[in-house]
């Protein structure tokens, strides 16, 4: 793969799936507009090339240069991060750089509020609050009561962007989740067993202290959206991305965001 570098600063995609004619993908997102319910609004941000090599080098995530539909053929069947200069990504790659609503998942990941669906309501359906009831055991996770009625806290509050789903629900008795205020409280993550802090996908490489605090570092600016496949972007390429769609699509559908 031929390798020009043309560009201090580029936008990063990683191509996440394709399904029912949508192209799912992760990007990098430094700042945000406020919308409404505490929800922020995000689009892809050019980044640093030579801070992004250096992260991905340290976490052990290969990514490659796109400057040509050639390239991003090649991308697509490679699975891994893309750095393309300006140029070509506000030319051939515009629907990717659109402004998404978003809410806030657990693991610090920012989803676009179209593909999170009723994750993005404050509503809790009662599938989802009867998971989290059985997860906890029926007890309050903050003091151990199992008496009186138990209410469900966001952790990373509504209000806050938080997302309505088992990954950010734990059940409270009423005084415990009066107490908890509208504040965020990271440690009922891990009295409910909730893993939180960083995309687990992320880290090729082992688990240590430093991959972890990039890890960490990278989740909080990573936005999670989709755009509809459309020739006049992706055009022939498509195909290529078609073909790794299956194995990347358990990512997606495991994070619960996958709607058809
Ligand atoms: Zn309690």
């Known amino acids: 793969m031929s390798v020009v570098r043309t560009a201090k600063a580029a936008y990063a995609f990683r191509f996440d799936a394709t399904r029912s004619r949508y192209f799912y993908y992760r990007t990098i997102s ?4 406020h919308g409404e319910h505490g929800r922020d609004v995000r689009r892809s941000d050019p980044i640093s090339v030579s801070s992004f090599e250096f992260v991905m080098d340290r976490i052990g ?7 040509s539909d050639d390239d991003l053929a090649a991308w697509g069947s490679r699975y891994s991060w893309m750095l393309t200069p300006a140029p070509y990504a506000e030319t051939r790659l515009a629907g990717l750089l659109e402004k998404r ?4 998942s657990p693991i610090g990941l920012f989803w676009d509020v179209g593909i999170r669906g009723r994750a993005a309501s404050r509503r809790i359906p009662r599938a989802v609050r009867q998971r989290v009831l059985t997860r906890d055991k029926n007890r309050c996770i903050g003091c151990g009561s199992d008496g009186g009625e138990l209410t469900m806290d966001h952790v990373i509050p509504f209000s806050r962007g938080g997302e309505t789903t088992e990954g950010n629900l734990v059940s ?3 005084r415990c989740n009066q107490s908890d205020g509208n504040q965020h409280h990271p440690h009922l993550f891990a009295l409910a067993g909730l893993h939180h802090g960083w995309d687990p996908d992320l880290l090729k490489t082992a688990l240590t202290s430093e991959t972890k605090s990039y890890a ?3 989740s909080q600016n990573i936005l999670v959206s ?7 972007w992706m ?3 498509w195909s290529a991305l078609d073909a790794v769609s299956t194995r990347a699509l358990s990512d997606v559908a495991t994070s619960g965001g996958a709607r058809s």
Do not use: A, I, T
């Open 30 to 33: 430094l700042f945000s507009g």
């Open 61 to 67: 995530e290969p990514f490659m240069w796109v400057q």
């Open 101 to 104: 609503v978003c809410v806030k």
């Open 172 to 174: 409270l008795c009423q």
């Open 216 to 218: 960490v570092m990278l």
């Open 226 to 232: 989709r755009v509809r496949l459309n020739e006049s």
């Open 235 to 237: 055009g022939p390429p």
